[in-house]
């Protein structure tokens, strides 16, 4: 199945604002939106956002996130250390009727 | 608190058959789908199955298509993939994961995965 698209990685200063992203089509992003998840090495993957910018509880205001077109955008303020991880964006393709996911990408806060 | 547990990887030949399994607790069970997501060594997230509450509706990666059963017990909390004919590329830790909703929005609990090694 085709996935969705994602840059491999971006770096980013303490304290600075990274901005994630990720690009489907009109099946799956498009449609619905997307959802993003954050994966620290050797852990499960955690859920951040989804439909968009629905935040699950218990996670920080500083992971927003939105939508225009057929890209969805992950946006983190105040970069810290523990942001260093590696971010998936996930979506489910009406077209397909499967779960499609982006490539991640690594964040690495300098 | 809602929980997922996996169980069931190991070491296969090629060929091979291997059955997972994922215990849910803190949960309504039936009224969620329920799906398996896998990664491979230093690789990303590729979703393999979901299945809907009922068990009723499944849906598959054209990868594991044919060789690959997910199905559900709901009277038991647990849900379960069948993997027959495996091969090397399918090597993985296995995760299972709740759905928010089928078909749509994100999966919002994780297990913690189950390692599957195929090889000779």
């Known amino acids: 199945q085709a996935g969705l698209t994602q840059p491999p990685s971006v770096s980013k200063g303490l304290r600075q604002t990274a901005t994630l992203t990720c690009t489907g089509n009109?099946?799956?992003?498009?449609?619905?939106?997307a959802a993003w998840l954050q994966q620290h090495q050797g852990r499960p993957p955690k859920l951040l956002s989804y439909?968009?910018?629905n935040r699950p509880s218990g996670i920080s205001e500083r992971f927003s996130a939105s939508r225009s077109g057929n890209t969805a955008s992950l946006t983190i303020t105040g970069l810290q250390p523990e942001d260093e991880a590696d971010y998936y964006c996930?979506?489910?393709?009406?077209?397909?009727?499967?779960?499609?996911f982006g490539g991640g990408t690594k964040l690495t806060v300098l | 608190e809602v929980q997922l547990l996996e169980a069931g990887g190991g070491l296969v030949q090629p060929g091979g058959s291997l059955r997972l399994s994922c215990a849910a607790s803190?949960?309504?069970?039936?009224?969620?789908?329920m799906s398996w997501v896998r990664q491979a060594p230093g690789k990303g997230l590729d979703w393999v199955s979901t299945?809907?509450?009922?068990?009723?509706?499944?849906y598959y990666a054209e990868s594991v298509k044919g060789r690959f059963t997910i199905s559900r017990d709901n009277s038991r909390n647990t849900l379960f993939l069948q993997m027959n004919s495996l091969r090397a590329e399918d090597t993985a830790v296995y995760y299972c994961?709740?759905?928010?909703?089928?078909?749509?929005?994100?999966?919002?609990?994780w297990g913690q995965g189950t390692t599957v090694t195929v090889s000779s």
């Open positions: 994961a709740k759905d928010q909703v089928l078909g749509h929005y994100g999966l919002d609990v």
């Open positions: 803190g949960l309504i069970f039936h009224n969620y789908a």
């Open positions: 439909r968009n910018n």
């Open positions: 009109s099946n799956n992003v498009g449609y619905q939106g």
């Open positions: 996930s979506a489910w393709d009406n077209s397909l009727s499967a779960r499609v």
């Open positions: 299945i809907s509450g009922s068990g009723g509706s499944t």
